[in-house]
């Protein structure tokens, strides 16, 4: 990944696009880094072999050792930052990818020539072999060492670390010869042993990517799963709630179409980390965590819309009282004007008694409305009360299960509001006396409402 080479980003979400311009920017800037130091090491190194043809001290090792060992750290950046690009889905992800590799194998081959020529010893003997076997049991050791995750960002490390590693394990096959060991014997010995280790970093290869793509998605639905918890947590559900219809109007769109796609969602998630599990995949402890964590948030979310579909029924109800009994208001009035005596005094009886019987309807309809109003009354939920703070015991109702760290209600259950100061977490009091923190969403203060009570009563028909 040259300066000549620029990588723009695929069109996606905004700050998917900004994520990934960060990425390439600095993947640009340390393949360019890379390039310089890949460049600076074959110049000198070369210049150190034409001095050593001549007998003559080498001078650059100092140099090529922090050239090399500085390109080494930027090339873990560098296939780190692959794998973000892939996450983020880079239309060129593949070639950049390849010119990544590119930068290693040359990296890999100065360091060939680095190690040839500046460990060479005077009475070295030509036919002196490379110890195999304790190197190929050390890199085992470490390969069945390693861990999986827990976190991604953990993950993302590993799988970094992991390709320089596989490259270099790699790189031992053409190393590998019968000049570099002392007999055929142990060559075909060792050669067993490096197969199983190139197998065992081939399998940690895969365990990686399967284990990274699972949990990748296991973060994309918690993380959609967090935004709308939040959403409803954090929402206003008293009598000040702004724009009650949209609210609804997107539940419900929400109920119909996205619910379904979020539900199927995870229940792959479920059957593919089950999957895992049972091939015994090494990281199991992270894909149970993470499978698990996955169905919790689910289950959380579930019980929260089963408590906003309740908020916004009470809402509704709660406006339609309120409309209800304006209207009846505004209709008394005019009956009241109608049936004024001083408006009547200006009439003669046939016409006081035409304006009567004109009324009838309109009396009857009030009666009805009045009927209607007192029965919705008894069942008006005093969403006010959400916002004042409690001045005499007041009973709560659970809409729906609820579990966190810190405290667990069903369904049903009833409490004491404590105090709703805190518009988001409620405190309540257990009929034990012990003080509660929960979410004040899960819960809702019952019918009646005395407000509306006290305006039914006002009124005569």
């Known amino acids: 990944m040259s300066k000549q080479k620029e990588y723009s980003p695929v069109k996606i979400?905004?700050?998917?696009?900004?994520?990934?311009?960060?990425?390439?920017s600095r993947m640009q800037k340390n393949a360019d880094q890379v390039e310089k130091n890949i460049l600076r090491s074959e110049e000198l190194l070369a210049l150190d072999t034409e001095r050593d043809g001549k007998n003559l001290p080498l001078i650059h090792q100092k140099v090529n050792t922090d050239n090399l060992a500085e390109a080494e750290g930027l090339l873990k950046d560098l296939f780190m930052d692959v794998d973000k690009s892939k996450r983020l889905q880079h239309p060129q992800a593949t070639e950049i990818e390849r010119d990544v590799r590119n930068l290693h194998d040359r990296w890999a081959k100065d360091c060939a020539t680095y190690r040839e020529l500046y460990g060479q010893v005077q009475d070295l003997e030509p036919t002196q072999k490379i110890d195999w076997g304790p190197l190929l049991d050390e890199k085992l050791?470490?390969?069945?060492?390693?861990?999986?995750g827990p976190n991604l960002p953990d993950v993302e490390k590993q799988i970094a670390a992991h390709n320089i590693l596989h490259q270099a394990i790699e790189a031992y096959s053409a190393q590998l010869n019968p000049s570099t060991t002392s007999s055929q014997e142990q060559y075909a010995t060792l050669k067993d042993k490096y197969a199983k280790l190139f197998e065992?970093?081939?399998?940690?290869?895969?365990?990686?990517?399967?284990?990274?793509?699972?949990?990748?998605?296991?973060?994309?639905?918690?993380?959609?799963?967090?935004?709308?918890?939040?959403?409803?947590?954090?929402?206003d559900w008293s009598d000040r709630m702004v724009d009650p219809p949209g609210i609804r109007m997107e539940y419900e769109k929400f109920k119909n179409n996205g619910l379904l796609a979020h539900e199927n969602e995870i229940n792959q998630l479920q059957a593919e980390g089950d999957r895992l599990v049972e091939m015994k995949h090494p990281g199991s402890p992270t894909i149970k965590a993470h499978r698990d964590t996955v169905q919790a948030e689910w289950q959380d979310f579930l019980n929260l819309c089963l408590a906003q579909e309740t908020h916004l029924d009470n809402i509704e109800d709660y406006k339609k009282f309120q409309l209800d009994a304006e209207t009846l208001s505004k209709s008394l009035e005019r009956l009241i004007s109608t049936l004024d005596p001083k408006t009547l005094s200006d009439k003669s009886n046939p016409e006081v008694l035409l304006a009567l019987e004109g009324d009838e309807p309109a009396v009857k309809r009030n009666e009805q409305r009045l009927a209607a109003l007192r029965e919705l009354s008894s069942n008006v939920v005093p969403l006010k009360l959400r916002r004042i703070q409690p001045t005499k015991p007041t009973t709560v109702v659970s809409l729906c299960d609820w579990k966190d760290e810190e405290d667990t209600v069903r369904r049903g259950e009833t409490l004491n509001l404590k105090s709703n100061f805190d518009n988001k977490n409620w405190e309540l009091l257990s009929s034990s006396g012990k003080t509660r923190t929960l979410p004040g969403v899960c819960f809702m203060i019952p019918p009646p409402d005395a407000e509306a009570l006290e305006k039914v009563n006002r009124y005569r028909v």
């Not at 979400?13 to 990425?23: E, G, I, N, P, R």
């Not at 050791?141 to 999986?148: A, I, P």
């Not at 793509?213 to 918890?229: D, F, I, N, R």
């Open 13 to 24: 979400s905004k700050s998917q696009a900004t994520d990934l311009a960060l990425v390439i």
């Open 141 to 148: 050791k470490k390969l069945n060492s390693e861990v999986y």
């Open 200 to 235: 065992s970093s081939q399998q940690r290869r895969i365990h990686l990517a399967s284990l990274y793509e699972y949990m990748q998605s296991c973060s994309k639905e918690l993380a959609y799963l967090s935004g709308q918890k939040e959403r409803i947590l954090q929402r």
